[in-house]
């Protein structure tokens, strides 16, 4: 398991609990190498889709594997009431998209396949080899986070607003719907009032939504708004959505 350079808290899975790291496990490496730890030393530690809590190095072996023990009692952060939706990118810009989003506290991660996208995007095998899981788990490390993001793919915008998957989360609250679109836009998120809704927000290809995409997230009810007249890396315009979100949803009561 390959963890970000910077390592805020140190994740275990449930079924890695009760067994020996192996000294190249990057979580060995990171307690003896750059924290220094010692047998009986404790550091931050949570597991993953549970708790938070403390993590103890229990025993260091004579080949260097560790055993440690977790005591995962607290809560994770609050995620954001926020779920993206994202077209296709670079496997290199969605390893980034999902680190990003992980680390902001997004809890719902949709990609779908878009007009205008590069269509040898879809065959990443990013979603297949466990590479999309490791980053939204580095992600979570540096936010201090134990819950990654649930990952959905649609082939197509039609199959993800047919499918609404945002109405089957339990909420009561209508989410405001948005489509990020610097092309035909409706108005500017800068200048979106602050809401209590959750939001469902949706971002392009590099080379934007195609007309007939517009035309379809009207019908469905989305507002198009932009974020300036520049057209955005898709992992700039993830980030600075989510960013402004951050500001524009308030808390819920």
Not at 115 to 142: F, H, M, P
Request: charged share 25%.
């Amino acid at each position: 398991m390959l963890y970000y350079n910077i390592v805020n808290i140190v994740l275990f899975e449930e079924h890695e609990l009760g067994q020996f790291l192996s000294r190249r496990d990057e979580r060995t490496i990171h307690l003896l190498k750059v924290l220094h730890k010692k047998a009986g030393d404790a550091f931050e530690a949570g597991i993953i889709g549970g708790l938070c809590g403390i993590g103890r190095i229990e025993k260091i072996n004579f080949d260097g594997s560790v055993f440690v023990s977790v005591q995962a009692d607290q809560q994770p952060p609050p995620k954001m009431r926020l779920r993206m939706a994202v077209a296709f990118a670079r496997p290199i810009q969605l390893r980034r998209i999902f680190r990003d989003l992980s680390s902001m506290g997004v809890p719902d991660i949709d990609l779908i396949g878009s007009e205008l996208g590069e269509k040898s995007y879809r065959d990443t095998k990013l979603l297949n080899d466990g590479g999309a899981r490791q980053a939204l788990i580095e992600g979570a490390v540096q936010a201090r986070d134990t819950q990654i993001p649930a990952l959905n793919v649609y082939e197509n915008l039609e199959s993800w607003l047919n499918e609404r998957p945002w109405e089957k989360t339990g909420s009561h609250r209508v989410p405001l719907l948005i489509a990020m679109d610097n092309v035909r836009a409706e108005g500017s998120f800068f200048h979106l009032s602050t809401t209590s809704r959750p939001a469902v927000i949706a971002i392009g290809p590099e080379r934007g939504w195609s007309d007939r995409e517009r035309d379809i997230f009207e019908k469905a009810g989305f507002l198009r708004l932009s974020m300036g007249s520049r057209p955005l890396r898709t992992e700039t315009a993830c980030a600075a959505a989510a960013a402004l979100a951050m500001e524009k949803i308030e808390e819920a009561l």
